[in-house]
């Protein structure tokens, strides 16, 4: 097995982690940003995910040529080569630090999907607060005094300031 791609490979794979460890602590920020409601710092961390989102792209793209070439080598289909696989065809040194490497990166990437539904749930319950804050407003308290066809008074209705909810 030629150990030059495999150190390539494990290279690109901690620079991979390390753009993961970073969604993470922006992850974190998010969380507070969230909650304190301050959105245009929410904005600028955005954009800097979106440049990270290029990096990771570039890696992975380097990752997958790294693996078509191991993968003929192996003599098979780029899909089919696994960690797991490369491992047991290397020796025990360039193996743990290959198996390092995804431990690492499961860690990450498990860390940045719980964050994620965390922060999609605070941003779900800002929603729905936004939204009854804005039924309570809309709606007026006053009652429409009117007389049915009968004669008799109409039950008094609730007006709405606005018509349509946007």
Known sequence: MDTGLIKELTDIL??????????????????????????????????IEQSLIIKIAK????????????????????????????????????????KACQEKILKSINGLKSNNELNSKLIKNSLEYIDF????????????????SSGNADEGKKRNLFDVKL
């Open 14 to 47: 901690n620079k991979e982690n390390d753009i993961y460890e970073t969604f993470l602590k922006l992850s974190n920020s998010k969380t507070d940003l969230i909650t304190n409601g301050n959105v245009s710092e929410l904005e600028s961390i955005v954009k």
């Open 59 to 98: 890696l992975e793209d380097q990752r997958e040529k790294i693996v078509e070439s191991l993968s003929s080598v192996l003599g098979r289909k780029p899909e089919e080569v696994t960690i797991s696989e490369l491992s047991s065809c290397l020796g025990e040194k360039e193996a743990m630090e290959l």
């Open 133 to 148: 804050s804005i039924n309570m407003m809309t709606t007026v308290g006053t009652v429409t005094n009117s007389y049915g």
